[in-house]
């Protein structure tokens, strides 16, 4: 039973585009939405999260989308850039931000 | 650097065999986490310990088991080893206690397992 679905699960964008990476979460318990960013050989790292309680976060070119009623969220890269080359993975947690559930993940490549 | 140390970084295991797999953390968070991610499935979780003295099974526990030594450590334990735990095996960490927006696990740079 997979509780947190993502999509695409692999995605190529030239430099300078907008990478968009789409998750959908059917547990309304699910109180915290983090993404992380994994490169080569490397273990996960968080990159950006969101409350329920906002429709939209910032920080510098990644935005997270949040769509409550939909029970959807999403990631946008702006201005990709190759550094970016990694895999994404979207991810819930009930209240208490224990057992976060993550999605499959995207692996996105930015070609110059 | 502070963070989450796991070894070994690889290991390759006969079908039966034992090993465990080590973690260790230094930035006294109470809970600790293990995941094995696998190609198009993510990060599953095994088993996680919410804090010192407890564990709990998570989505998929079967073959494996733990052990919170203390505050730091978390290990994991497969004692037959099969193809299927063939994977790569994160240990994670985290204090919820920090709250909400700046919460979130710290990642150990994982142990790359083959059984054959």
């Known amino acids: 039973q997979q509780q947190v679905k993502q999509s695409p699960q692999s995605l190529i964008v030239q430099k300078g585009g907008i990478s968009i990476i789409n998750c959908a979460y059917e547990n309304t318990a699910f109180d915290y939405f983090p993404w992380y960013q994994q490169f080569p050989g490397k273990g996960p790292a968080l990159l950006i999260a969101?409350?329920?309680?906002?429709s939209e976060k910032k920080e510098g070119r990644f935005t997270i989308s949040f769509n409550k009623s939909a029970k959807q969220f999403s990631l946008h890269i702006m201005d990709s850039q190759p550094g970016d080359s990694a895999t994404y993975f979207c991810?819930?947690?009930?209240?208490?931000?224990?057992?976060?559930?993550f999605g499959t993940g995207t692996k996105l490549q930015v070609i110059p | 650097n502070a963070g989450v140390t796991q070894t070994p970084k690889f290991q390759v295991l006969k079908t039966g065999q034992s090993m465990t797999l080590q973690c260790a953390q230094d930035m006294n968070h109470n809970s600790m986490y293990w995941y094995r991610q696998d190609p198009g499935m993510g990060l599953r979780l095994i088993y996680y310990?919410?804090?010192?003295?407890?564990?709990d099974k998570g989505e998929v526990p079967n073959g494996y088991n733990v052990s919170r030594l203390n505050k730091r450590e978390f290990s994991l334990r497969l004692e037959s080893a099969a193809p299927s735990q063939t994977s790569v095996y994160f240990c994670?960490?985290?204090?919820?206690?920090?709250?909400?927006?700046?919460?979130?696990?710290?990642f150990g740079s994982g142990t790359r397992l083959t059984v054959v």
């Open positions: 969101i409350r329920p309680d906002v």
């Open positions: 310990s919410a804090s010192e003295g407890t564990t």
């Open positions: 991810a819930a947690a009930p209240r208490g931000y224990q057992k976060v559930t």
């Open positions: 994670a960490s985290s204090d919820p206690g920090q709250g909400a927006l700046g919460y979130g696990y710290t």
